[in-house]
């Protein structure tokens, strides 16, 4: 009776000391990546390949597309102090948001490291000398445009200014009415959100109107070249541009895009790798340029900047293989690799490398456009970013929806801004 | 008399006792989920509290109240509340009586019917806000294809873009989700009526209009109270049909929608809190005033 009980209670141990082996194996990790186009199915695939390297385990979340619900969700969680999520998966818009509760990740890499990303990104997530996340995928707005009808209609090259893109959409939209009343010039982001925030910064500063708040946070939006971009863009609506354009996202003008319903539109490089797959009725009928500059003395082609990025939660318990899984992700194979799939690296020298431009020559183009795009005001403005953007974004739509001119609306704006302002951003 | 009189309060007093024992649990339980949150939010909108790590908070009074009463986006997020509320209850109610009245008569497949017309209303909120932007949208949606092949409108309409349009867009939508549920509950009400009451009107002549003026509403009357009062509580809590179809602009904007963006896009835990506390105030005082008339019409 005693022996049979000692065995129990030997064999007991035995299984409780194998199964506290098996655990010091290895982590759990959650992380949480965007999923909107391909994003989802990658992030699987880096993170399984590092689970399989390090013997631990990833489990990859489900982002909400929306940016500004993305953020308001990582807030609550992050907020109520949870460890549920070791890996998030940012944009560079929120590094003052939500910096106090990610890790510093210089304490996980070595300075001299830190250099082969674009120094203006590390400085981008720098927050009170603290890095919150590593860069990890760049953004920018880009022209996409029909190849096979800008030749139909004699076009030889894509539009470099705003006034050759209006002539060549409305040539080619009174065309294409003929055959398909459902044909637009030009499709972009009008809905009242960020990412109206984003395309009307690109027509302001491409014509040379500043970019809202100025580095040393003066207000600098009401001016007559704002103005005249806002009244250009406006006149859009309902001539090159579908009525319901002041109520599209990413996704709505890709729907009109990629069924082939328009000439032109403003998206983000992962429209490329969709309007490619092989069920698009676009395929291989189209191609990206920088996007065209307005009239004015300091007129340029603007494109913003959208960079996305990985921090590591604070509350985490896993720290250090969080930490471990963040590094690798961002490392040069990981990033030459998510290139070929349409996504900008954030190292320069990785749209160098030979081997991916031969897989993927529309990295090649990115380089111009990554490093000269826009960066929105946000380190200046802070935690107060999200007010700022909304008052920009009410203010754009309420001239693109005819509400408002667009002087009365600056003018409204510039007060308004005075007001989140108060004392100092 | 007097050891009777004790014995019978402590008798009584025992009874008291043993009926709060078991209404403890109930309590408690609503003090843990209702009274601590709410006290805990009325008591942050006396702070100025940002998202931070650690969390600070500033005892600031009631600047986050006068704050929000001096900003015209709040007064217009209250008047499309409202807006929304009237037109969508209204049109709900009228709705959901013609359809209660016409399941409510004998015809063959009648169970199929009223099973197939709960679908909208089983559909989760932000599912059918999705179905119908996607319907509505101007170029590709389905809602304009039609309307064109009928010849009811000469050219697309941008729904989700246009002015007034986008307030109709919405309301439409909720009565389209929302009317299954008015017309089940006065489809019971229906039900409750006696018979008898109908075959007495028939026999002395009366008209189906007059049948439906003097039995049929006075009769459905506190179901109709009673309905009325979930719907409008429901409606001025507006949030998912108008998120979803038109996101955050101002000719839409609700109370809900604006005192999110305020707790959790802007991070403002102590104004979004006073925002809370005002929605909470506003729907507590309707309550009230529901309440009241509803006790007028029971006597």
Redesign the interface.
């Given at each position: 009776m005693k022996s049979k009980l000692v065995t129990t209670l030997m064999a007991f141990g035995t299984v409780m000391a194998l199964g506290s082996a098996a655990l010091a194996q290895g982590v759990n990790l959650r992380i949480m990546c965007g999923t909107v186009g391909t994003q989802f199915e990658l992030c699987k695939k880096v993170t399984g390949d590092w689970a399989q390297k390090t013997g631990n385990r990833v489990e990859v979340i489900q982002a909400v597309p929306s940016s500004n619900d993305r953020l308001a969700s990582y807030q609550q969680q992050l907020a109520a102090g949870s460890s549920d999520i070791d890996i998030y998966q940012i944009e560079n818009i929120w590094p003052s948001l939500l910096g106090d509760f990610f890790v510093d990740m210089k304490d996980h890499v070595p300075a001299t490291a830190l250099r082969d990303f674009f120094p203006t990104m590390i400085e981008n997530h720098t927050v009170n000398n603290r890095l919150i996340a590593l860069p990890w995928y760049g953004d920018a707005g880009l022209l996409y445009f029909r190849t096979d009808l800008l030749e139909k209609y004699g076009f030889k090259a894509p539009p470099k200014t705003w006034a050759e893109l209006e002539a060549q959409a409305k040539v080619i939209q009174e065309g294409e009415r003929r055959s398909n009343p459902n044909f637009w010039g030009y499709v972009w982001q009008g809905n009242a959100y960020e990412g109206l925030t984003c395309n009307a910064l690109e027509w302001i500063v491409s014509f040379g109107g500043g970019t809202i708040i100025d580095t040393r946070g003066n207000i600098t939006v009401n001016n007559p070249q704002a103005a005249a971009a806002l009244r250009m863009a406006a006149g859009w609506v309902g001539t090159i541009s579908p009525r319901g354009v002041t109520s599209y996202r990413e996704e709505d003008s890709r729907g009109v895009w990629q069924a082939g319903n328009a000439a032109f539109m403003r998206n983000w490089p992962y429209a490329y790798a969709l309007g490619n797959s092989a069920d698009s009725p676009i395929r291989g009928k189209f191609d990206v340029t920088v996007l065209p500059r307005g009239t004015g003395p300091n007129a340029k082609s603007a494109s913003t900047f959208g960079g996305h990025s990985l921090a590591v939660n604070r509350f985490s318990k896993n720290v250090k293989a969080a930490a471990d899984l963040a590094v690798y992700m961002a490392s040069y194979e990981v990033q030459a690799f998510r290139a070929t799939m349409g996504f900008n690296p954030t190292r320069p020298a990785v749209y160098k490398d030979a081997a991916v431009l031969r897989a993927a020559p529309f990295v090649g183009k990115m380089d111009d456009v990554m490093n000269s795009a826009t960066v929105r005001p946000t380190t200046i403005t802070g935690t107060k970013y999200p007010r700022v953007s909304e008052a920009f974004w009410n203010a754009s739509h309420s001239v693109l929806t005819g509400r408002s001119t667009a002087g009365a609306a600056l003018a409204q704006l510039q007060s308004t801004l005075n007001r989140i302002k108060g004392n100092g951003w | 008399m007097r050891p009777t009189i004790a014995k019978h309060n402590s008798l009584a007093a025992r009874k008291a006792r043993t009926g709060w024992l078991y209404l403890m649990p109930t309590i408690l339980i609503l003090l843990l989920v209702t009274v601590y949150p709410l006290g805990r939010t009325i008591y942050l909108s006396f702070f100025e509290a940002?998202?931070?790590?650690p969390?600070k908070l500033e005892f600031v009074g009631l600047m986050n109240y006068i704050n929000l009463f001096s900003d015209p986006v709040w007064w217009r997020s209250v008047l499309n509340t409202v807006i929304f509320t009237a037109t969508s209850v209204a049109l709900e109610t009228v709705l959901g009586l013609i359809i209660a009245l016409l399941v409510h008569t004998n015809f063959r497949g009648r169970g199929l019917v009223r099973t197939a017309m709960l679908v909208p209303w089983a559909i989760p909120g932000v599912v059918a806000a999705q179905l119908w932007r996607w319907m509505l949208?101007?170029?590709?949606g389905v809602i304009n294809d039609l309307l064109m092949k009928l010849q009811l409108i000469s050219r697309p309409?941008?729904?989700?873009?246009?002015?007034m349009l986008?307030m109709v867009a919405v309301v439409l939508a909720d009565v389209w989700k929302t009317a299954p549920f008015m017309a089940l509950i006065l489809l019971a009400g229906l039900q409750a009526i006696p018979k008898e009451l109908y075959e007495a009107a028939r026999v002395d002549g009366a008209t189906p209009a007059q049948q439906f003026w003097r039995i049929t509403l006075p009769l459905l009357r506190p179901v109709l109270l009673v309905a009325l009062i979930f719907r409008t509580l429901d409606a001025l809590r507006v949030f998912d049909m108008i998120y979803v179809m038109?996101?955050?602009?101002?000719?839409t904007i609700s109370m809900s929608i604006y005192g999110?963006?305020q707790l959790?896009?802007?991070?403002d835990i102590g104004y979004g809190s006073a925002v809370s506390t005002a929605i909470f105030l506003i729907i507590a005082i309707y309550t009230a005033v529901y309440i009241a008339t509803l006790k007028v019409e029971v006597r």
């Open positions: - | 940002g998202l931070r790590f969390l949208n101007d170029v590709y309409y941008a729904w989700l873009a246009e002015g986008i038109a996101g955050t602009q101002i000719a999110r963006q959790l896009e802007f991070a």
